[in-house]
T-cell receptor, first 111, second 114 residues
Framework: DAKTTQPPSMDCAEGRAANLPCNHSTISGNEYVYWYRQIHSQGPQYIIHGLKNNETNEMASLIITEDRKSSTLILPHATLRDTAVYYCLIYSGGSNYKLTFGKGTLLTVNP | DTAVSQTPKYLVTQMGNDKSIKCEQNLGHDTMYWYKQDSKKFLKIMFSYNNKELIINETVPNRFSPKSPDKAHLNLHINSLELGDSAVYFC?????????????FGDGTRLSIL
């Protein structure tokens, strides 16, 4: 699976949009971009995933660049409860079913 | 209802003991996983089962033995517990093994070895 690069930490004001970047320059054509978050030692929570197109669900939006070498997770209106470590992962499934977690980005939402 | 549930939530025991952690999912998924998160917060896959068959074993010591009695359950038995086994163990499940199948995690079992 391709490796990802994320900033170690970010801050965001409550009520504002949080934009979390991720670089995955070695991504292959069949690999999906996944985002998870972990709130204070709870289990990782699935947020969103995508292959080529931008995706949106009730939690967030995922913007993938046309060359697929980077992506941005957008939390449109961050709340204090969104403070967590956010993980960007590249996953191809197939014969390698494991998710490989990096260090992620600690997002702190400030009042 | 909790989608992926683990028991116990906390487990404190002495070195050398044998213990089990249970995991159940009510999502109707075919694939289940065990992950370990150490003190440095890195999450690593340990095992994966698809339709009750082992498909991933990530060089985990033989003291760790997963058991899947049915597709909804994946238990983890640990023999002769060591200090280094102290960690948080997460169970997860997914609909299948394809790249378009998100994994959903339980809340973890915090294992402390005295």
């Amino acid at each position: 699976d391709a490796k990802t690069t994320q900033p170690p930490s970010m801050d965001c004001a409550e009520g504002r949009a949080a934009n979390l970047p991720c670089n995955h320059s070695t991504i292959s054509g069949n690999e999906y971009v996944y985002w998870y978050r972990q709130i204070h030692s709870q289990g990782p929570q699935y947020i969103i995933h995508g292959l080529k197109n931008n995706e949106t669900n009730e939690m967030a939006s995922l913007i993938i660049t046309e060359d697929r070498k980077s992506s941005t997770l957008i939390l449109p209106h961050a709340t204090l409860r969104d403070t967590a470590v956010y993980y960007c992962l590249i996953y191809s499934g197939g014969s390698n079913y494991k998710l490989t977690f990096g260090k992620g980005t600690l997002l702190t939402v400030n009042p | 209802d909790t989608a992926v549930s683990q028991t116990p939530k906390y487990l404190v025991t002495q070195m050398g003991n044998d213990k089990s952690i249970k995991c159940e999912q009510n999502l109707g998924h075919d694939t289940m996983y065990w992950y370990k998160q150490d003190s440095k917060k890195f999450l690593k896959i340990m095992f994966s089962y698809n339709n009750k068959e082992l498909i991933i074993n990530e060089t985990v010591p033989n003291r760790f033995s997963p058991k899947s009695p049915d597709k909804a359950h994946l238990n983890l038995h640990i023999n002769s517990l060591e200090l280094g086994d102290s960690a948080v163990y997460f169970c997860a499940s997914s609909r299948g093994t394809g790249s378009n199948q998100p994994q959903h995690f339980g809340d973890g079992t915090r294992l402390s070895i005295l």
